[in-house]
């Protein structure tokens, strides 16, 4: 695996973008690696263009945002037109986004997986655990083990990271077919 | 101790080091980008037997600051372009009372209410010139998490030995990012305090001429009676009209900065350091690392590029533009507004006839590292 | 027994003073400077703090710790050093114009956080240092350098301002009730809490020339006409009312100060 890994988590205001973010660099901070954190907002604290950008290297992070996605997760349909040049790996809500043409967009049902674990909220859980499946830019192990610590245990994160895992799994398989 | 990195955003970084140079006191009024500043001290604060207050607004927010650093107590405020306008009337006031304090502009998008959210790096005049009258003032700009954090240690350093205040000018980029950060254990920074009077009370004059051109700081409550007034005023602190009076005061406002420079102005250099270079980038705050990453790929062309990062902004590095300036073909000055703000101070310093060349942005968006090779390539 | 003058509070070298024949200034200053003494304060635990106008300039007078600030601020100042070093005694000394026009808002916050500030407020009704100018105290179609056919707004009730926000000690007096003043400014030192005393006192350079009621003697027999206790005042037709001041203790409660509640933070802050 190449040294520096770079995430973009994009959706609207609300889906937890930038709590994804944390999660995904501090696990990368605990693997001993340098990590960088940013995100972009509107005014809206619930909807709205949201998207938080994740560095993971193991040198020094010289530009602080990220260049040369190595994936894009897609949670609404406004981050789908603004990274649908991208050739890099996509991951989109199906529950929320018609993707376009391409043979590098993978859809997963996110928003309905949250609704049926009864926790909205958990959705970042899942898709998070569903992306480290596909592109594995931190130890999936560490990562469970930093949502574990977070959030104390919380039985519904449990069962969210594992529904992230099921589908990220299913997402392979698809992926195999490409 | 826990020698463990966390993750830290860079206004959670300013919270810890103000409380870490021994700040107790916060007033302020939340506004983003800087909001983070305020929630944290509002935690923190009260458990190290200090205070966060808010404040009806910024104006009260700073007299409140400036209050309670006259007790003695450390005190800071954080705002964002709005609120730090507002707070200029009792900045004057803490300049010419020469009282200690720290001001956090995190920098946002305007003018006015503007683009509330989105960084931007236009108050650099407003930070210079913002008050009626005419003054120095001391500004540094953080450029990381780890940066937001020294600088606010340095910046109550610079406060307190010079008894002035103190701005640190960040933006959204910095203060929003989180890095992996290992805070400083105590001791690992050096803090400096307020030099305080020793002599017999009566004799007490709270801006007694003396060679470094800053005198002792009584403290409210003490042995020390003392008066400090917003008016002209003389060595005893009480008002006066005198023109002698008033050229010796406003001289020694600028010159207590301007003797101490060497202590105040911090330059760091990446690449630079060659007889000759092609490119030298001239950056500071969260904009100097788009232009080190715009210096590598630079480098790796084979072009001779370098950067000098401004961690002091004002007083201006005049000597440091001049030196690593004048060794370079091409100067750039990426910054995230309209007018080149620092672009102007450069060519001040290297004159009209060399080649500078301004990158702008101030549409919220972030400078990016091909913003600036675009700039650079363009009639090479 | 020797009498209580005030003279050590005074800052002799300063004097004389700067007011006008007539202002009231000087005679709140006495009042104050003789209750420190009664109340045996200290230089060293007294902090005034004073903004811009003519009573702004009572500072210079005062041999205690003093700060004088902008225009409008002298609270927020008071607050940050009352709130930083409890233990001090805090007094803000503001005119109508400094007070509760341009720091109104500060007035009304300082009044609600209960912070334990005594505020004098001496009200001239109209902006006496810059030329006589309407303040949010003068009367409705008086005459002021910038109402010069009377002025179309209305003035606060500056006393009922502080009890709406909150302040545990409100009085209002004049200058002309000498022994009104005294206890009224005793009584909000030594209240804990925001506490407010409202003086009404003659500006005859400005205000009194321009509204015909001259000499300044007029002036004081017109507030000791119009000043009259809450007993007298309730009983007074509201018309009657618009032509009378009402003085006394308005408002005398013991509500938790603001450092007060600050410490149950610090010790619930401490617990977690």
């Known amino acids: ?178 | ?380 | 027994m020797s009498f209580i003058t005030g003279r050590k509070f005074i800052n002799q070298e300063a004097l004389p003073h700067m007011w006008c024949q007539g202002c009231g200034n000087g005679t709140v200053l006495s009042a104050l400077a003789r209750t420190f003494e009664q109340l045996k304060y200290t230089n060293e635990d007294t902090v005034v703090v004073t903004g811009i106008g003519c009573w702004g300039k009572a500072d210079d007078y005062l041999t205690t710790n003093a700060l004088h600030v902008t225009h409008g601020r002298a609270l927020p100042f008071a607050t940050g050093i009352k709130a930083a070093k409890p233990e001090l005694h805090v007094v803000a000394l503001m005119g109508d114009g400094d007070g509760t026009t341009i720091g109104g808002n500060h007035f009304i916050h300082s009044a609600r956080r209960n912070i334990d500030i005594t505020a004098i407020i001496v009200n001239n009704l109209n902006y006496g240092m810059t030329g006589g100018q309407f303040s949010a105290t003068t009367p409705h179609d008086a005459i002021t350098a910038t109402t010069a056919f009377g002025n179309p707004e209305r003035p606060f009730d500056v006393c009922a301002l502080a009890e709406a926000a909150g302040a545990n000690y409100v009085a209002r007096t004049t200058i002309y009730n000498g022994r009104l003043l005294r206890s009224s400014i005793k009584d909000a030192l030594t209240k804990k809490g925001f506490s407010l005393v409202e003086v009404i006192s003659p500006c005859p350079t400005q205000f009194g020339r321009r509204n015909k009621i001259n000499p300044a003697v007029e002036m004081l027999r017109s507030l000791r006409d119009k000043a009259v206790t809450k007993d007298v005042f309730d009983k007074l037709s509201a018309e009657e009312k618009d032509n009378h001041i009402l003085i006394g203790s308005l408002v005398n409660k013991d509500a938790a100060d603001f450092n007060t509640r600050y410490e149950e933070i610090r010790s619930k802050a401490l617990q977690k």
């Open chain 2, 1 to 380: 101790m826990d020698r463990t990195p966390r993750l830290v955003q860079g206004n959670q970084a300013i919270a810890a080091a103000a409380i870490y140079a021994g700040a107790r006191f916060f007033a302020g009024y939340p506004i983003t980008p800087s909001s983070e500043i305020a929630e944290e001290c509002s935690k923190k604060l009260p458990k190290v037997g200090g205070m966060y207050m808010q404040m009806e607004d910024e104006i009260a927010s700073v007299g409140a600051m400036v209050g309670a650093a006259l007790t003695g107590s450390k005190a800071f405020t954080a705002t964002s372009g709005p609120g730090f306008s507002l707070m200029q009337e009792n900045i004057g006031m803490a300049t010419i009372g020469e009282v200690p304090c720290v001001i956090i502009n995190v920098q946002r998008s305007g003018p006015s209410t503007g683009l509330a959210t989105k960084p931007s790096q236009s108050d650099l005049m407003q930070i210079k010139w913002g008050r009626h009258g005419d003054q120095a003032i001391i500004a540094l700009a953080p450029a990381s998490v780890a940066e937001c954090f020294a600088l606010t240690v340095k910046a109550f350093n610079l406060a307190e030995k010079f008894r002035t205040p103190v701005i640190l000018a960040a933006d959204e980029i910095v203060a929003h990012m989180r890095e992996n950060f290992i805070e400083p254990l105590p001791g690992e920074l050096e803090v400096i305090d307020r030099k305080k009077p020793s002599g017999p009370p009566a004799q007490y004059r709270p801006f007694e001429p003396s060679e470094d051109m800053v005198s002792p700081l009584a403290a409210y409550g003490s042995e020390y009676v003392f008066h400090i007034t917003s008016s002209m005023c003389g060595p005893e602190g009480y008002s006066n009209n005198d023109p002698a009076n008033a050229t010796w005061k406003i001289k020694q406002l600028h010159e207590k900065i301007a003797m101490h420079r060497d202590e105040i102005v911090e330059t760091k250099t990446f690449d630079a350091d060659e007889a000759q270079l092609d490119i030298l980038l001239i950056a500071f705050g969260g904009t100097t690392r788009v232009a080190r990453a715009a210096a590598l790929k630079l480098r790796q062309e084979g072009v001779k590029a370098g950067v000098l990062q401004l961690v002091t902004v004002w007083p201006f590095a005049d000597l440091e533009v001049l030196k690593y300036g004048s060794k370079a073909k091409t100067v750039v000055i990426p910054e995230m507004n309209y007018s080149g703000q620092i672009a102007d101070e450069v060519k001040r310093v290297l004159g009209p006839a060399a080649d500078i060349r301004r990158v702008n942005k101030y549409n919220g968006e972030v400078i990016t590292p091909q913003d600036i090779l675009q700039v650079v390539k363009q009639s090479n």
């Open chain 1, 1 to 178: 695996m190449k040294n520096r890994q770079e995430v973009i988590l994009a959706g609207s205001g609300g889906q937890g973008l930038i709590m994804a973010g944390i999660l995904l660099a501090e696990t990368g901070m605990n693997e001993g690696k340098n990590v960088v954190q940013t995100q972009s907002y509107g005014i809206a604290s619930r909807g709205g263009f949201s998207s938080s950008e994740v560095i993971i290297s193991d040198d020094e992070i010289i530009f602080q945002h990220v260049e040369d996605p190595d994936v894009i997760v897609v949670l609404s349909q406004e981050a789908m037109q603004i990274y649908d040049g991208f050739d890099t790996t996509i991951i989109y809500d199906s529950d929320l986004v018609t993707p376009g043409k391409g043979n590098n967009r993978f859809g997963a049902p996110f928003t309905k997986a949250a609704f049926e674990l009864g926790n909205p909220a958990s959705i970042n859980i899942i898709f998070l655990g569903c992306l480290l499946q596909l592109k594995p830019v931190v130890d999936p192990a560490k990562f469970a083990a930093v949502v574990d610590k977070k959030f104390k245990s919380n039985r519904n994160n449990e069962k969210a990271l594992q529904k992230g895992v099921e589908l990220g799994n299913m997402l392979k398989e698809a992926m195999a077919k490409c």
